[in-house]
């Protein structure tokens, strides 16, 4: 069998290795496509492949149906949005990913930005302390959890709300079950946002919910770009000069929000879980995936059921 990587924004080369070795140990032959940049390669790519594995490429219905001979697609990471799910199913195609293989990697990076944020970005000029502040984690899925363990040894407050989870779940952790997502903006000094792009979750980062945040307030998004509504979140930060907003994903309006200095921060390209440790866990989490589903039919992971 053909698997293919495809990765616009690449594994680090150990993840690679490790792939090619799985896979290869399986008898199953690996081609790599790395660092694209027009989408006509990725379409040249898949034509002969059998089963692939992407980060956040998007497989739209134009790539599904250009892939003939697919079976298998694998997202080495958490979210799935990238992958057109109807057009896989119509196609024919198991779709998965690797839960929880990078979220240690996106929790700490958003210690990483915490601490650069409260220390106004290293400006020289005396900052705050994380300690004793009160997080508000919006999602507590696997990198809801790993926020929550690495903000107790900070010495934080932690709370947390998730529509999924149910609130038990989340005491036992030893965190503080809020009862909406209100709440959470309301009584929190700093909220993480670790929330999927749904039809529920898109735009749904509004000026209201923001706008609850208590002075001083700091929202961070290491999720998706989708679930903030950037007009509005624009409106507010031009409403409110006390508020901050952090993200490892450029929002769309990068260039406006960027006017917001010292109160803006956003990577260049999405570093949640661009770490070799993640890459090696998800990527070859997903040539197991694939071996599996090869060798024995298993659809464990599968997302398109
Ligand atoms: C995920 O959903 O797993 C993360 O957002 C990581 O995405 P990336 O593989 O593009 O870094």
């Keep these: 069998m053909k698997v293919l990587v495809a990765t616009e924004k ?38 002969d492949v059998d089963a692939m594995i992407i980060r956040s490429d998007k497989a739209d219905a134009e790539v599904l149906e250009a892939a003939k001979n ?6 080495a990471g958490a979210g799935y949005d990238n992958i057109d799910l109807a057009a896989a199913t119509a196609h024919h195609v198991v779709a998965e990913n690797t839960p929880g293989q990078n979220s240690n990697a996106v929790a700490e990076l958003v210690f990483g930005l915490l601490v650069f944020t409260v220390r106004n970005f290293y400006n020289g000029k005396a900052g705050s302390e994380l300690k004793g502040k009160k997080l508000g984690i919006l999602a507590f899925g696997n990198v809801g959890r790993n926020v929550a363990r690495i903000a107790k040894g900070f010495g934080m407050e932690v709370a947390a709300y998730d529509a999924f989870c149910p609130a038990d779940v989340i005491e036992a952790a030893g965190v503080h079950a809020v009862k909406s997502q209100d709440e959470l903006f309301q009584t929190c000094d700093i909220v993480s ?21 208590p002075k001083g307030g700091i929202l961070i998004n290491t999720a998706r770009k989708e679930v903030i509504n950037e007009p509005e979140l624009l409106k507010l930060l031009a409403e409110r000069e006390d508020l901050k907003f952090i993200t490892d994903i450029k929002p769309d309006a990068d260039a406006d929000f960027a006017q917001f200095e010292g109160r803006y ?41």
Aim: proline share 4%; net charge positive; charged share 25%.
């Design 265 to 305: 921060f956003s990577t260049p390209k999405k570093m949640g879980a661009q770490t070799a440790e993640a890459n090696i866990n998800a990527g070859i989490a997903a040539a197991k995936q694939i071996n599996a589903f090869f060798k024995d039919g298993c659809t464990k992971f599968q997302v398109n059921k």
């Design 70 to 75: 697919l079976k298998i697609i694998v997202r």
């Design 10 to 47: 690449p594994f680090a080369a150990a993840a690679v290795e490790g792939i090619k070795k799985e896979i290869e140990g399986a008898g199953n032959e690996l081609v790599l496509l790395e660092k694209y940049t027009e989408k006509a390669q990725l379409l040249d790519a898949v034509k």
């Design 193 to 213: 946002l670790h929330i999927p792009a749904t039809p529920e979750t898109i735009k749904s980062i509004d000026y209201k919910t923001v706008n609850q945040l």
